[in-house]
Protein backbone atom coordinates (compact mmCIF):
# COMPACT_ATOMS: atom_id res chain seq x y z
CA UNK A 1 0.00 0.00 0.00
CA UNK A 2 1.23 3.50 -0.88
CA UNK A 3 0.01 5.14 2.00
CA UNK A 4 2.44 2.97 4.41
CA UNK A 5 5.94 3.74 2.27
CA UNK A 6 5.13 7.56 2.00
CA UNK A 7 3.98 6.98 6.24
CA UNK A 8 7.22 5.68 6.62
CA UNK A 9 9.20 8.36 4.42
CA UNK A 10 7.92 11.70 6.40
CA UNK A 11 8.41 9.89 9.67
CA UNK A 12 11.74 9.54 8.72
CA UNK A 13 12.01 12.96 8.94
CA UNK A 14 13.55 13.93 12.28
CA UNK A 15 10.56 15.75 14.95
CA UNK A 16 12.37 18.99 14.95
CA UNK A 17 12.22 19.23 10.87
CA UNK A 18 8.92 18.24 10.51
CA UNK A 19 6.50 20.48 9.05
CA UNK A 20 2.76 21.19 10.18
CA UNK A 21 1.89 19.59 7.43
CA UNK A 22 3.64 16.67 7.65
CA UNK A 23 2.86 16.15 11.25
CA UNK A 24 -0.64 16.23 10.04
CA UNK A 25 -0.39 13.77 7.76
CA UNK A 26 1.18 11.35 9.98
CA UNK A 27 -1.18 11.73 12.53
CA UNK A 28 -4.24 11.26 10.03
CA UNK A 29 -2.32 7.96 8.24
CA UNK A 30 -1.68 6.19 11.66
CA UNK A 31 -5.87 7.69 12.33
CA UNK A 32 -6.05 5.23 9.15
CA UNK A 33 -3.95 2.16 9.85
CA UNK A 34 -5.06 2.21 13.61
CA UNK A 35 -8.71 2.37 12.28
CA UNK A 36 -7.96 -0.87 10.25
CA UNK A 37 -6.52 -2.78 12.81
CA UNK A 38 -3.08 -2.36 11.12
CA UNK A 39 -4.32 -5.28 8.48
CA UNK A 40 -8.16 -5.22 8.52
CA UNK A 41 -11.16 -4.11 6.68
CA UNK A 42 -12.08 -1.37 8.34
CA UNK A 43 -16.00 -1.84 7.56
CA UNK A 44 -15.43 -5.25 8.83
CA UNK A 45 -12.49 -6.05 11.36
CA UNK A 46 -13.32 -9.80 11.02
CA UNK A 47 -11.43 -9.64 7.56
CA UNK A 48 -8.05 -9.39 6.77
CA UNK A 49 -8.09 -6.72 4.03
CA UNK A 50 -4.59 -7.84 2.29
CA UNK A 51 -3.71 -11.66 3.37
CA UNK A 52 -0.24 -11.01 2.13
CA UNK A 53 0.39 -8.44 4.96
CA UNK A 54 -0.02 -11.48 7.35
CA UNK A 55 2.86 -13.10 5.48
CA UNK A 56 6.85 -11.73 6.29
CA UNK A 57 9.25 -10.58 3.59
CA UNK A 58 12.20 -9.51 3.34
CA UNK A 59 13.20 -6.74 0.99
CA UNK A 60 9.53 -5.65 0.52
CA UNK A 61 10.09 -3.37 -2.35
CA UNK A 62 6.50 -1.89 -3.05
CA UNK A 63 4.86 -4.34 -1.01
CA UNK A 64 4.72 -3.96 2.98
CA UNK A 65 3.44 -6.15 5.80
CA UNK A 66 1.95 -6.50 9.05
CA UNK A 67 5.89 -6.08 10.40
CA UNK A 68 6.65 -2.95 8.23
CA UNK A 69 3.41 -1.05 9.71
CA UNK A 70 3.98 -1.78 13.05
CA UNK A 71 7.78 -0.74 13.20
CA UNK A 72 6.20 2.18 11.90
CA UNK A 73 3.71 3.48 14.38
CA UNK A 74 5.45 2.33 16.63
CA UNK A 75 8.62 4.43 15.69
CA UNK A 76 5.90 7.66 16.18
CA UNK A 77 4.82 6.23 19.39
CA UNK A 78 1.71 4.71 19.04
CA UNK A 79 0.51 1.99 21.25
CA UNK A 80 -2.93 1.62 20.60
CA UNK A 81 -5.12 -1.71 21.36
CA UNK A 82 -6.36 -1.49 17.78
CA UNK A 83 -2.76 -2.78 17.72
CA UNK A 84 -3.41 -6.06 19.41
CA UNK A 85 -3.87 -8.26 17.22
CA UNK A 86 -1.38 -7.20 14.69
CA UNK A 87 0.91 -7.62 17.39
CA UNK A 88 -0.24 -11.00 18.81
CA UNK A 89 0.24 -12.19 14.84
CA UNK A 90 4.07 -11.19 15.26
CA UNK A 91 3.97 -13.29 18.70
CA UNK A 92 2.61 -16.80 16.85
CA UNK A 93 5.23 -16.26 14.56
CA UNK A 94 8.08 -17.03 16.60
CA UNK A 95 9.91 -19.67 17.41
CA UNK A 96 10.96 -21.46 20.63
CA UNK A 97 14.86 -20.19 19.35
CA UNK A 98 13.54 -16.60 19.48
CA UNK A 99 13.39 -16.75 15.31
CA UNK A 100 11.01 -15.29 12.55
CA UNK A 101 10.70 -17.52 9.07
CA UNK A 102 10.65 -15.75 5.81
CA UNK A 103 7.27 -15.96 4.54
CA UNK A 104 7.27 -13.56 1.24
CA UNK A 105 10.27 -13.39 -1.04
CA UNK A 106 11.29 -12.14 -3.94
CA UNK A 107 13.87 -14.63 -4.88
CA UNK A 108 14.74 -15.90 -8.25
CA UNK A 109 14.25 -11.66 -8.97
CA UNK A 110 17.24 -10.52 -8.57
CA UNK A 111 21.10 -11.15 -8.89
CA UNK A 112 21.20 -13.78 -5.45
CA UNK A 113 18.77 -14.59 -2.83
CA UNK A 114 18.63 -13.01 -0.08
CA UNK A 115 17.95 -15.92 2.56
CA UNK A 116 15.77 -19.41 2.17
CA UNK A 117 11.96 -18.97 2.12
CA UNK A 118 10.33 -21.14 5.13
CA UNK A 119 13.90 -21.10 7.03
CA UNK A 120 14.84 -18.55 10.05
CA UNK A 121 15.50 -15.06 8.74
CA UNK A 122 17.52 -12.17 10.19
CA UNK A 123 15.97 -9.98 8.38
CA UNK A 124 12.35 -10.76 9.91
CA UNK A 125 13.79 -11.27 13.68
CA UNK A 126 15.23 -7.76 12.52
CA UNK A 127 12.04 -6.36 11.89
CA UNK A 128 10.26 -7.98 14.81
CA UNK A 129 12.39 -6.66 17.03
CA UNK A 130 12.34 -3.37 16.62
CA UNK A 131 8.44 -3.34 17.69
CA UNK A 132 8.96 -3.70 21.33
CA UNK A 133 5.27 -4.71 22.41
CA UNK A 134 5.61 -7.48 19.46
CA UNK A 135 8.82 -8.73 21.31
CA UNK A 136 7.57 -8.42 24.72
CA UNK A 137 4.53 -10.69 23.58
CA UNK A 138 6.66 -13.11 22.20
CA UNK A 139 8.89 -13.91 24.91
CA UNK A 140 6.63 -13.32 27.82
CA UNK A 141 3.44 -14.41 26.32
Known sequence: MGAVKALKALAEIPLER?????ERTLADGAEFL???HV?????????TSKPGWRRFGFPLM????VLEVLGMLTRLGHRDERMDEALALVAAKHD??????????FNGRFVT????????SRWIALRALQVPAATD?????
Open 18 to 22: RSPEA
Open 34 to 36: LRH
Open 39 to 47: HKRSHDLAK
Open 62 to 65: YQTD
Open 96 to 105: AQGRWKLENT
Open 113 to 120: DIEAKGKP
Open 137 to 141: LAVNG
